[in-house]
């Protein structure tokens, strides 16, 4: 099997002249470059904006959740807690026969107010 060899070779045939043609041609680049990188500052500012108000929004949502959570959680102990007057009904069982003879005496003061002389 024959090899064969290629060269290649790369040559800069660019002719950067005087130095003082080349650092402006990089002076006008960076010029013309600027314009980009002010938008792209620009757009970089708007971004981190948003995030930082999203960020701010959920922050609040979920303090206004904590604090909603722990109102309702104070309502529930205090409705659920046991007072003076549980206390007593919880002590105070009425068993059947007292319970009619309670109904009893509440209908004959019912009666004894109503009826007119």
Do not use: C, W, Y
Request: hydrophobic letters at 45%; zero cysteines; a negative charge.
């Amino acid at each position: 099997m024959e090899t064969e060899t290629i060269d290649i070779r790369v040559e800069d045939r660019r002719d950067t002249g005087h130095p003082v043609t080349a650092a402006i041609a990089i002076g006008s680049l960076a010029t013309m470059q600027q314009p980009a990188l002010l938008s792209d500052l620009a757009f970089s500012n708007h971004v981190v904006g948003n995030d930082l108000g999203a960020k701010s929004q959920l922050a609040h949502q979920d303090a206004m959740n904590r604090l909603r959570q722990g109102i309702v959680a104070g309502a529930v102990a205090r409705v659920q807690g046991p007072g003076p007057g549980t206390a007593r009904a919880a002590v105070d069982v009425l068993t059947g026969n007292a319970l009619a003879q309670e109904i009893a005496d509440l209908k004959a003061a019912v009666d004894a107010f109503g009826t007119r002389p």
